[in-house]
């Protein structure tokens, strides 16, 4: 069965860099589209950025555009997302994604705070 497990959060200052990972199994990651979200407290869940199966495009909010870098290693089925200059405003539970089979599927989420 499919696992995600993510990896990575804590609370950070404003200005400061994370790195989330996501542990895949389950499935044959290369072979996917893989995304990230994250839901602030009161609202619904956002899609924050997306990676093809060989890397080769990525997709981004405009609200992380040029600030955050998703990222994949298909030979350690490892997913991963690179927060730079973070604000308050990107508070929240972060969540990897795969799409397969017409069902998605997602890991347990790993918290973010940015906060002083």
């Known amino acids: 069965q499919v696992q995600l497990v993510e990896s990575g959060g804590g609370l950070v200052q404003p200005g400061g860099s994370l790195r989330l990972s996501c542990a895949t199994s389950?499935?044959?990651?290369?072979?996917?589209?893989m995304r990230w979200y994250r839901q602030a407290p009161g609202k619904e869940r956002e899609l924050v950025a997306s990676i093809t199966k060989d890397g080769g495009v990525r997709n981004y909010d405009a609200s992380v555009k040029g600030r955050f870098t998703i990222s994949r290693d298909n030979a350690k089925n490892m997913l991963y997302l690179q927060m730079n200059s973070l604000k308050p405003e990107d508070t929240g539970v972060y969540y990897c994604?795969?799409?397969?089979?017409?069902?998605?599927?997602w890991g347990q989420g790993t918290q973010v705070t940015v906060s002083t």
């Open positions: 994604s795969v799409l397969r089979d017409s069902v998605t599927s």
């Open positions: 389950g499935f044959t990651f290369r072979y996917y589209v």
